[in-house]
Structure formats: structure tokens, C-alpha cells
């Protein structure tokens, strides 16, 4: 019988609420179609989709993250400034379509604010510069007698948006994007653009752009901007069609913040830096399937994907101390957890992880001990693009668990990644009892390659709860599910 043992007095850290974040990118329908679709009876009178923003509520998220992306390489935001009407329809060479320019700063901060979120916004560090970039902060931030706060308030917004976070570029070491830079260059110039961002607003927080945690151009960058910056970007997608491949390839988030951290604090002993650095891990997801912009990247989502996605909540848990942003990409249509259409919506299988662990998930972060079978990938398993076969054998259940500040309130989040079997399970508290009753969320299907569709969901979230007395008790695990515990302590 596999055993979960958690003592109450253990504590990794604390688990910050932006790792629920999102992201919006200019790229097929996330955002025209998805978030914005003028003039569809399901919009509202400033062009929201008020389905799209119901279920965005149903997620949670404390951040979001826009413009992107790789669009963001090639995107001047004075083009989606003032009357709509007056906007330049652009071509638009990141994914090759034209942009309308009809959702810009202003329609995204009304979003957040809708939403009750905090805007993350990514400047243009590809065909921008840094004026540009300086300009924009004053005209988000400014609060002066200055051409760009005044030209926002001309455009209708007397006080400041007070945009917190602001990111560096995007995905600059990619031949892919948009002015591509070599490590060294890119750090040449992201100090500059720094510079002038903050001393514009001495408040904000800046993101620097980072690959995968683990290459060089990460460790150049982090050392680079390490007196500048306040957070090292991760962007990390990992699946494939084999199912263990899939639900263990998350674990290569493992080794990238095991090894960023490294890296930031080598660099803050090196430079004598006091200022925190931490991670923003700002794209992460399951893609591999529709990865072209003919498919528009509208990735349909498995059961398997769904615990994929769970596993990495998991990781982000467990690496609390070093992970405190986390943006999932995307929120609408485009690898993502709602996929609409012009009469409808429905939720994807990653809809339910993404949507449990933003509601239960709390802000201690405990160290579970897990005794379970173990499983192995072999190198062939272990796909594209982030092999983690080396890191094996790894637990069939991948468990978090968390409590509220009393440790009167715990939750865990087990994933048991076996698509066949059921895992009998023992959960102990050590100095501690269940008072009784515990609420069990279960996101499970009939089938590892079970997908949701308009009018068809295979997979959704079910609730009931189990009699939990004592120090410890029984709890089943279905093969392929995600499962929610959530349960009352007493010492």
C-alpha cells in the first residue's frame, strides 16, 4: 500500500497566488474571437465576451501577461491607442496575419480590472526601442505634467493605470522572434531599456528574459541583469502522445528551477546583489500537437494533458522559495483551458486542475513524503523537447500539500499518473488528527485520451466527502486522476 505522511510542522515556504497567472496573446482566436468579439450577442458593450469572462473568473488568476509573446517583437503600442476607429490595421509578421489594433492598452487594463487582476505587460524589445518602451511606462504610470501621461488622459484615463510588472522582451535567443539577439547582446541592451523604464517609475518590477533555467543563455542573462531586474523569466512546454512521456515531462520545471536558482544566487553572492531575485515562469503549458500558424495553435486537450498540468502546479508548489509568478499560455483558444466558439463555449480537460488548485491550494507549503511504486521512462519515452529520463524513477503519484496559516486547514493535490491502475493509499499526520470530514474534488474520465468538446465533456471535476478521523486514514487514487483533498486538522 502506498503511504502519504505529512507533518504539519514541515514547511517548504510560501506558495505566492501569481502562480495561478494567465496570458493574452495577439495570435489566432485568443484574443479577437475569444476574449474580444465585437458585436457578438454574447459581448458586452465594451467588446468582452461575458462567457469568456466568467469562466476566466472560475480560474482565479491574480496576473495577466500581455501583449505577448512572439507577437510583442514586431507590436508598437501607440497603434492601439485612442479612437478605435482611427487604429492602422497593420500586417502582422509574428504569425503572419493582420492586426487590427482594436484591443490595445487601454481594453486590456479595463480587462484586468474586470477580471481583478494585476496587468504584467511585455514590451517590445525586437523592432522597439527603448524610448518606446519608456514611453510607454509613463503613459501606463505617469502622473506628471508630461506629453505621454497627458496623452493618456486625453484618451480618456485621468489617473494612472499603476501597471506593476513589466517584462524585458520575449523569447529574444529565437531565431523565431523578431530581432533576435545573441545572450550578450540581449543584455547589453535589456539594461538600457531597464534604466529608463525604472527611472520613469522607481515602483515597477521587471522581468528579464530567460530560456529554459538551464542553457547558457540563462546563466549570461542572470548575471547580466542580475542589479536590474527582479525576476528570471522560464518558458518551458513540454507533451507528447505517449502517455507516461506526458505526465512526466513536468519534471523538467524540477531541474529548471533547481538550476536557475543556482544561477541567481551565485550571481547575488557574486555582485553582492540584496535585492530578491526569483522566477517568473511566464509560459508554461502542454503543447505539441497544433504548433504552427496554420492550426492557429488551438491544442485540444486529453485527460493525460490534464494531469500534465496538475504535475506542474505541484512543481511550483514544491519549488515555492523560488517560483513566485507563473503565467499559463494561453487563457482562450489558443493552448488553452476555454475554447469558444461564435454561439458557445466549453471547458477543456486542463480546465479543472487549473481551476481546483487555484481554489484549494494554500499559502504554506508542507513537504509531503510519498512511498509509492516508482516508474522509469526510457530515453526513447523521454520526447521532445525536455527529455527527463536521467531524472527518474519517479513517484506514480505526484503529491503537494498545503495548509493555511494555522495549520488547521490542509489540502493535498495527488496526481496518480497511472492510466490503468487504481492506488490504494495510507495519508498519516504526524502530532496532528483529521477533525473528521474530508472534501474530495476528483478530476478523472474513462480513458487517458478522454477530450471535452461543445455539448461532450468526458472530463469534469466531481465533489464528495469521506469520513476522516484520527491520525490517518484510506483513500483510493482512480487510475489517471487528479484528486483534491481538502481537510480540517485539530492537534
Known amino acids: 500500500m502506498a503511504k502519504i505522511k505529512i507533518d504539519p510542522e514541515r514547511k517548504v515556504g510560501e506558495l505566492d497566488r501569481r502562480v495561478f497567472g494567465g496570458f493574452i496573446e495577439h495570435l489566432g482566436r485568443c484574443i479577437y474571437g475569444g476574449v474580444f468579439d465585437e458585436g457578438s450577442p454574447l459581448s458586452d458593450e465594451r467588446g468582452f465576451r461575458r462567457d469568456v469572462l466568467e469562466a476566466a473568473k472560475g480560474l482565479r488568476m491574480p496576473i495577466l501577461r500581455w501583449p505577448g509573446g512572439n507577437f510583442v517583437s514586431g507590436y508598437h503600442w501607440t497603434d492601439g491607442i485612442?479612437?478605435?476607429?482611427?487604429?492602422?490595421?497593420?500586417?502582422?509578421?509574428?504569425?503572419?496575419?493582420?492586426?487590427?489594433?482594436?484591443?490595445?492598452?487601454?481594453?486590456?487594463?479595463?480587462?484586468?480590472?474586470?477580471?481583478?487582476?494585476?496587468?504584467?505587460?511585455?514590451?517590445?524589445?525586437?523592432?522597439?526601442?527603448?524610448?518606446?518602451?519608456?514611453?510607454?511606462?509613463?503613459?501606463?504610470?505617469?502622473?506628471?505634467?508630461?506629453?505621454?501621461?497627458?496623452?493618456?488622459?486625453?484618451?480618456?484615463?485621468?489617473?494612472?493605470?499603476?501597471?506593476?510588472?513589466?517584462?524585458?522582451?520575449n523569447e529574444m535567443y529565437g531565431d523565431w522572434q523578431i530581432g533576435a539577439l545573441s545572450a550578450e547582446e540581449y543584455v547589453k541592451k535589456a539594461r538600457e531599456f531597464a534604466k529608463v523604464m525604472r527611472w520613469t517609475d522607481p515602483s515597477i518590477e521587471l522581468i528579464g528574459c530567460g530560456l529554459s533555467g538551464v542553457t547558457d543563455w540563462d546563466r549570461v542573462v542572470v548575471e547580466g541583469l542580475a542589479p536590474f531586474v527582479d525576476y528570471?523569466?522560464?518558458?518551458?512546454?513540454?507533451?507528447?502522445?505517449?502517455?507516461?512521456?506526458?505526465?512526466?515531462?513536468?519534471?523538467?520545471?524540477?531541474?529548471?528551477?533547481?538550476?536557475?536558482?543556482?544561477?541567481?544566487?551565485?550571481?547575488?553572492?557574486?555582485?553582492?546583489?540584496?535585492?530578491?531575485?526569483?522566477?517568473?515562469?511566464?509560459?508554461?503549458?502542454?503543447?505539441?500537437?497544433?504548433?504552427?500558424?496554420?492550426?492557429?495553435?488551438?491544442?485540444?486537450?486529453?485527460?493525460?494533458?490534464?494531469?500534465?498540468?496538475?504535475?506542474?502546479?505541484?512543481?511550483?508548489?514544491?519549488?515555492?522559495?523560488?517560483?513566485?509568478?507563473?503565467?499559463?499560455?494561453?487563457?482562450?483558444?489558443?493552448?488553452?483551458?476555454?475554447?469558444?466558439?461564435?454561439?458557445?463555449?466549453?471547458l477543456q480537460t486542463i480546465y479543472h486542475p487549473l481551476k481546483l488548485c487555484a481554489e484549494h491550494m494554500q499559502e504554506v507549503v508542507l513537504d509531503a513524503h510519498v512511498v509509492c511504486e516508482k516508474h522509469d521512462l526510457t530515453v526513447e519515452e523521454s520526447t521532445w523537447p525536455h527529455r527527463v529520463a536521467d531524472m527518474g524513477p519517479f513517484d506514480v503519484l505526484d503529491v503537494s500539500a498545503t495548509c493555511d496559516g494555522s495549520g488547521r486547514d490542509l489540502t493535498l493535490?495527488?496526481?496518480?499518473?497511472?492510466?490503468d491502475n487504481s492506488v490504494q493509499t495510507t495519508v498519516q499526520l504526524t502530532d496532528a488528527a483529521f477533525d473528521g470530514t474530508v472534501t474530495v474534488h476528483e478530476v478523472t474520465g474513462d480513458d487517458p485520451t478522454a477530450t471535452n468538446d461543445f455539448g461532450k465533456e468526458r472530463v469534469d471535476a466531481s465533489e464528495r466527502t469521506?469520513?476522516?478521523?484520527?491520525?490517518?486514514?484510506?483513500?483510493?487514487?482512480?487510475?489517471?486522476?487528479?484528486?483534491?483533498?481538502?481537510?480540517?486538522?485539530r492537534g
Open 466 to 489: 469521506v469520513d476522516a478521523g484520527g491520525a490517518d486514514f484510506e483513500h483510493t487514487f482512480p487510475a489517471c486522476s487528479v484528486t483534491v483533498l481538502r481537510a480540517g486538522l
Open 82 to 169: 485612442g479612437p478605435r476607429e482611427e487604429r492602422p490595421r497593420k500586417t502582422e509578421l509574428a504569425w503572419f496575419s493582420e492586426e487590427s489594433n482594436r484591443f490595445g492598452t487601454h481594453e486590456f487594463i479595463e480587462y484586468c480590472r474586470t477580471l481583478d487582476v494585476e496587468p504584467y505587460i511585455c514590451v517590445n524589445m525586437g523592432t522597439g526601442t527603448m524610448d518606446e518602451a519608456q514611453g510607454w511606462v509613463e503613459y501606463c504610470n505617469g502622473t506628471g505634467d508630461t506629453y505621454w501621461a497627458n496623452l493618456r488622459r486625453a484618451n480618456g484615463q485621468e489617473e494612472p493605470f499603476n501597471v506593476k510588472y513589466w517584462g524585458l522582451g
Open 232 to 346: 528570471h523569466s522560464v518558458h518551458i512546454y513540454t507533451g507528447s502522445d505517449d502517455h507516461w512521456s506526458n505526465v512526466l515531462a513536468p519534471h523538467a520545471a524540477d531541474r529548471a528551477l533547481r538550476t536557475v536558482r543556482s544561477m541567481i544566487e551565485r550571481a547575488r553572492y557574486e555582485q553582492g546583489i540584496e535585492h530578491p531575485i526569483h522566477v517568473a515562469y511566464d509560459e508554461w503549458n502542454v503543447w505539441f500537437r497544433a504548433r504552427t500558424a496554420e492550426t492557429k495553435l488551438e491544442e485540444r486537450y486529453n485527460l493525460s494533458d490534464a494531469l500534465a498540468v496538475a504535475t506542474y502546479l505541484n512543481v511550483f508548489a514544491r519549488h515555492c522559495e523560488t517560483v513566485k509568478i507563473a503565467n499559463l499560455a494561453q487563457m482562450v483558444n489558443v493552448i488553452a483551458p476555454i475554447f469558444t466558439n461564435k454561439e458557445d463555449l466549453f
Open 413 to 419: 493535490v495527488v496526481v496518480n499518473r497511472d492510466p
